[in-house]
Nanobody, 126 residues
């Protein structure tokens, strides 16, 4: 089992920045693929970014490319999502997720993740 706890959400104005963190505990060695997902009210959950922690391979949703950066501090077992140039469309509950994959090519936005955090709210006002 892997436990995930997100932090860092909040309210910002358009163009602002936020840094989300996800602290992992438990059998973290079994989760080599991690990602951030978001869900806005009335909308389906969507993938934001993923990272293969064994080699750093990353994927981003087109809507956040160039604005968001996903990274992993392996020593601290912390996943980070740096969000810059935020827009009202980025308003959502953001979730951290993790899973074990056999190859880095199986770590992407459509991967079925096994472990999920409780989420942290991000609100961007115009």
């Amino acid at each position: 089992q892997v436990q995930l706890v997100e932090s860092g959400g909040g309210s910002v104005q358009t163009g602002g920045s936020l840094r989300l963190s996800c602290t992992a505990s438990g059998y973290t060695y079994s989760a080599n693929c991690m990602g951030w997902f978001r869900q806005a009210p009335g909308k389906e959950r969507e993938g934001v970014a993923t990272i293969y922690t064994g080699g750093g391979r990353t994927y981003y949703a087109d809507s956040v490319k160039g604005r968001f950066t996903i990274s992993k501090d392996n020593a601290a077992d912390t996943l980070v999502l740096q969000m810059n140039s935020l827009k009202p469309a980025d308003t959502a509950m953001y979730y951290c997720a993790a899973v074990y994959v056999r190859t880095p090519y199986r770590c992407h936005l459509d991967t079925d993740f096994d472990y999920w955090g409780q989420g942290t709210q991000v609100t961007v006002s115009s």
